[in-house]
């Protein structure tokens, strides 16, 4: 019975280890092809993922840099209506104080420049208080000279800009 066991035990423990040879064998096997089939698949090339996210990740910087580009534009051309409704306004004092129709008592007038924008003047006695008006000499008045020019920054908004000036008049103009 023991040389049967034995026999038994030798056989099982040959058989096994044949097994776990060819079971070596065939992971080696195997290793192998998974490696040089990984190495084909893996060193080429980015995954769907990380293209999606490359895409994402520009179009948000793209959209965020086009927003800075409108905002900058609009300022400019904000700043550019107010200067020239500054330079309108000053050159409409001017003609007004210095111009041939030189202005010498109180009157409104109103009318618009080739660009688009509109004027508004209004010509009024200065009023000095009480104090000054006994200190001033009959000989000289003084006149307010308010210009106010508008234009239309969008077709619902309307933005204006207003000069004031004092003018000097004595009593021969």
Not at 45 to 57: C, P, S, Y
Not at 60 to 81: H, N, P
Not at 132 to 159: C, E, I, M, Y
Request: glycine letters at 4%; a neutral charge; hydrophobic letters at 40%.
């Amino acid at each position: 019975m023991e040389y049967i066991f034995i026999t038994f035990a030798r056989l099982t423990l040959q058989h096994v280890a044949g097994y776990m040879l060819a079971i070596h064998l065939k992971t080696i096997q195997r290793f192998s092809l998974v490696t040089r089939y990984s190495s084909l698949v893996t060193n080429k090339g980015f995954t769907l993922v990380e293209v999606i996210v490359a895409i994402a990740v520009l179009s948000i910087t793209l959209v965020a840099v086009m927003q800075l580009f409108s905002g900058g534009l609009r300022a400019s051309r904000t700043s550019c209506d107010y200067t020239r409704a500054v330079v309108h306004a000053k050159d409409k004092m001017e003609e007004l104080s210095l111009g041939e129709e030189s202005i010498t008592e109180s009157k409104t007038a109103q009318g618009s420049f080739e660009d688009g924008f509109k004027w508004e003047a209004e010509v009024e006695p200065y009023d000095e208080g009480e104090a000054a008006k006994q200190q001033s000499s009959a000989t000289a008045n003084l006149l307010k000279v308010k210009v106010k020019v508008f234009w239309n920054k969008t077709p619902t908004q309307q933005s204006s800009v207003e000069l004031v000036s004092l003018k000097t008049v004595t009593s021969n103009e």
